[in-house]
């Protein structure tokens, strides 16, 4: 599952806000969309196999319309969007990178509804547009450069990527992430948690944007996993993940859903990725320095980087960030900038009257062998932040965060 950056928004919601990000983060945007038509008669196929054909698929080259709907029951949070523009940057936060960053936009589909245009030519050529009803937002790479246009503020972030990443040396990643908003991507992500502690089996055959596919079923067997079951389907001719359902183990519709309505394999029109700002667009400009984190560093107006290093300074994990246990069962835990104690539990009692009112209101209070704490639930992924100012998130139960807090507490 894909890792969990520390928030860096103020303490008052520092719980929603960890939640929100963590629910895109941790579930790797996974889909679902009604499917088009019936089940087509399609040669018998193993799980096995099927992961294989996924695995080995080497499509290029695609077009299309993506659907995502996501319900993770989370409340409106100030900062969180409501599913419209303007996700890039808020009021009162200076003179940053500009609403066009993509950074900013990827919280916009961790609730409601959104109409996606995807084009993809090769690891250095992709291009997506999320499409609002009078404006459009687009993200287009194309070889090191990658192009951020917000037609509802008139402005455009321009990013030079590292050199590595121009010759396609495993730096593919756009900032952002926006690109994890494909079921291609999904699949990936998830995929990459099965093991001995997954159930993964071939339901059946499905239409899906006009393809005859299979449908790849995955259960986790952790008891703590809030993941009740993640269905993919996969393209019987060219193994591309069409179509992704994540469904809570508590029933009811799926918490997050993404899939093609409309899939052409043929090779976009080159001038798909072209792309000169507008006339009279605020155009904020971007280098990134190859920093070993995948991304480069981000310059702040301080000039400091903006990614942390991982715990030992080498890459990898954010600076402040954990992951306790394995599989289905993962928590990140996760050091809140600031420390010390966190208004709504006992030890911040006394501070910040407003912020302890909206914990109150958003939380529960736990306790365990890590003290006490209060418990942040949606559907999918919870969160438990303790009194010291640490959050432990994840897609399972409180039972297993307020365990995974009693372990790191008695590690310390």
Known sequence: MARTRPMKKALRYAVPATVAGAAVAAVGLVP?????GGSPDLPEISAE???AKIA????????GTVRITTDLGLPALPGMGSGGHGGGKEEGDGDGAGNADPRG???????????????VDGPDRQRLSIVEKAAEYSLIRN???????????????????????????????TPGGLEKATPQKAAQEVLKAVDATTSVTVDGTAKVA?????????????????????????????????KFTLTPKGGGKAAVDVGFTEVDFAKPDAGTFDFKPPKGAKVTEERLDGGPNGFGEMPHKDGKGGHGKGPDGAGGLPSGLEVIGEGWGS??????????????????????????RLLDGLTEEVK??????????????NALITDDGTVYVGAVTREGLVKAAGSADGGR
């Open 331 to 356: 928590v990140a835990r996760i050091e809140l900038p600031g420390g010390g104690p966190v208004p709504g539990t006992d030890a911040g009692r006394e501070a910040a009257p407003e912020a302890r």
């Open 105 to 119: 936009r990827l919280a916009e589909l961790a609730s409601g509804s959104h109409t996606l245009r995807v084009a």
């Open 143 to 173: 070889g090191g450069d990658v192009w951020a246009y917000d037609s509802a503020t008139g402005t455009v972030h321009h990013t030079v990527l590292p050199q590595e990443a121009e010759r396609g040396a495993g730096r593919g990643e």
């Open 32 to 36: 679902a969309l009604a499917s088009s």
């Open 49 to 51: 196999e099927l992961v």
């Open 56 to 63: 080995a698929s080497d499509t290029q080259q695609l077009s």
């Open 368 to 381: 365990g062998d890590f003290g006490t704490g209060r418990f942040f639930g949606t559907r999918l992924v």
């Open 210 to 242: 006009g393809q005859n596919a299979y449908q790849l079923l995955i259960e986790p067997k952790q008891p703590e996993s809030t993941v009740g079951s993640v269905r993919i389907a996969v393209d019987a001719d060219s193994g591309v993940p069409l």
